[in-house]
Nanobody, 121 residues
Framework: QVQLVESGGGLVQAGGSLRLSCAAS????????MGWYRQAPGKQRELVAF???????NYADSVKDRFTIYRDNAKNTMHLQMDSLKPEDTAVYYC???????????????WGQGTRVTVSP
């Protein structure tokens, strides 16, 4: 089994910063990619940022130059540094991973339970 557990959400004022973390655990052979998605009330889940093996990253236009995604490969963790937060960043943030687990030769998609971020005006 593989689990993704997020942490670091909370309430912050506009202009502030938060750092989200995602820890992957279980019988992991390799993590091919990890990313963050978010879902605001009444809206569809959307991609925020992802990072693949080798370190290449991609960001949604709405968060470019404000958010930074990075991984600690040795610890199977991923982080999202969120700066200059805006009220429109308010959402539940979900960790996503494409992970090869022991006994498999292909990766599967896993999701965390989500962590809530609220940005007040």
């Amino acid at each position: 089994q593989v689990q993704l557990v997020e942490s670091g959400g909370g309430l912050v004022q506009a202009g502030g910063s938060l750092r989200l973390s995602c820890a992957a655990s279980g019988s992991i052979v390799r993590i091919n990619a990890m990313g963050w998605y978010r879902q605001a009330p009444g809206k569809q889940r959307e991609l925020v940022a992802f990072i693949i093996n080798g370190g290449s990253t991609n960001y949604a236009d709405s968060v470019k130059d404000r958010f930074t995604i990075y991984r600690d490969n040795a610890k199977n963790t991923m982080h999202l540094q969120m700066d200059s937060l805006k009220p429109e960043d308010t959402a539940v943030y979900y960790c996503n991973g494409r992970i090869v687990r022991s006994g498999n030769s292909y990766d599967l998609e896993y999701w965390g339970q989500g962590t809530r971020v609220t940005v007040s005006p």
